[in-house]
């Protein structure tokens, strides 16, 4: 049984630098197709993808924010981490991490995103000062 | 990047009622296109991949359709436990989603 579960603070002043730690259990990000990925969705409004790692340690990230987050992953712990730089009131959200299927495309011989199967239940972040 | 744009971004219709919505791609995305259902205050739940493809365990009501920039998703008999909002999301260069459809009864 796949879960995933986020952690981090609910409350951030504005320019400080948020820290979402993904806890899962129930698959290991050292097996080949696996992604985790991370999505917001401030109140009232549409999912935004954010950020993804692979379990070969690739990253993707969202063009608009790509200079505001990172990704990494501690494999040993099943923890995916996200860090967000700056942040903002407009960046009030439920941040959301999940799991990702990757596909294998025989012709690139690449994998790349596929869908998220598998998600946590959100932690809600306030930018406030 | 490539833009999904949702219609309708809500909709009201009867228990029983069939329901369309519709998911359109900026570019050309192939059938590079999922489905998720989102209930209030719950996390989004896979429904459908590939565009067309029912996820496991999906009830057979819904279902979508369509490839390149042009899709469409379909509730054939609206449920009560269907009140939910929608999204389309696309991976044909890494990931979007749609702005959503907010489906209520009427």
């Known amino acids: 049984q796949i879960t995933l579960k986020e952690s981090g603070p609910t409350l951030v002043k504005p320019t400080q630098t948020l820290t979402l730690t993904c806890t899962f259990s129930g698959f290991s990000l050292s097996t080949s197709g696996v992604g985790v990925g991370w999505i917001r969705q401030p109140p009232g409004k549409a999912l935004e993808w954010l950020a993804l790692?692979?379990?070969?340690?690739?990253?993707r990230y969202s063009p608009s924010l790509k200079s505001r987050l990172t990704i990494t992953k501690d494999t040993s712990k099943n923890q995916v981490v996200l860090t967000m730089t700056n942040m903002d009131p407009v960046d009030t959200a439920t941040y959301y991490c999940?799991?990702?299927?990757?596909?294998?495309?025989?012709?690139?011989?690449?994998?790349?995103?596929?869908?998220?199967?598998?998600w946590g239940q959100g932690t809600l972040v306030t930018v406030s000062s | 990047d490539i833009q999904m744009t949702q219609s309708p971004s809500s909709l009201s219709a009867s228990v029983g009622d069939r329901v369309t919505i519709t998911c359109q791609a900026s570019q050309d995305i192939s059938n590079y296109l999922n489905w998720y259902q989102q209930k209030p205050g719950k996390a989004p739940k896979l429904l459908i991949y590939?565009?067309?493809n029912l996820e496991t365990g999906v009830p057979s009501r819904f279902s979508g359709s369509g490839s390149g920039t042009d899709f469409t998703f379909t509730i054939s008999s609206l449920q009560p436990e269907d009140i939910a909002t929608y999204y389309c999301?696309?991976?044909?260069?890494?990931?979007?989603f749609g702005g959503g459809t907010k489906v209520e009864i009427k």
């Open positions: 999301q696309q991976y044909d260069n890494i990931l979007t």
């Open positions: 790692i692979y379990w070969d340690d690739d990253k």
């Open positions: 999940a799991h990702m299927c990757l596909y294998y495309d025989i012709l690139t011989g690449y994998y790349s995103p596929y869908y998220f199967d598998y």
């Open positions: 590939d565009a067309s």
